[in-house]
């Protein structure tokens, strides 16, 4: 299994087709001027590319977040995916399944340096990296950029 990509996004919606629409791309920073800080809404939208013998099986996502020092924090998530078989093996040489997971009113405790941690069963696959930021005469609520 390997990762296209990892990224946060103010929203994301997926269709049917496997096509993502996205707003916000991209998320790297939050900026507020009052902490604890609380974002609204926010999506973490993974790539999974799987070979043909990960195929045909059940998977599990796990998510954590956590602050830079280790401090586990919510949300943690765990989900099981099925990742079906490849629909002409002949032709196709691996495949591809996005994932997004929206996540409301994600508390920021602190300013300071955040991270996603993806595993797939039980291995870790990416991280990505949130950095919370106290910038004075910024709205209360979290503003992602």
Not at 13 to 21: A, L, R, V
Not at 120 to 139: K, M, N, S
Request: proline share 8%.
């Amino acid at each position: 299994m390997e990762v296209a990509y990892a990224v946060l996004a103010n929203a994301v919606e997926q269709s049917s087709d496997g096509k993502c629409y996205v707003l916000g791309f991209d998320v790297g920073r939050v900026v507020g001027n009052r902490y604890p800080l609380t974002i609204g809404s926010i999506s973490l939208l993974t790539k999974l590319i799987f070979a043909p013998e990960e195929c045909g099986r059940q998977h599990h996502l796990s998510v954590s977040f956590s602050a830079l020092g280790g401090e586990r924090l919510e949300p943690q998530i765990e989900q099981d995916f099925q990742a079906p078989p490849l629909e002409n093996p002949e032709h196709q040489e691996h495949l591809r399944i996005g994932i997004t997971i929206a996540m409301q009113d994600l508390t920021i405790p602190a300013p300071g340096t955040y991270t996603f941690r993806l595993l797939v069963d039980g291995t870790e696959a990416t991280t990505i990296r949130l950095a919370a930021e106290e910038i004075p005469g910024q709205p209360a609520e979290g503003q992602p950029e």
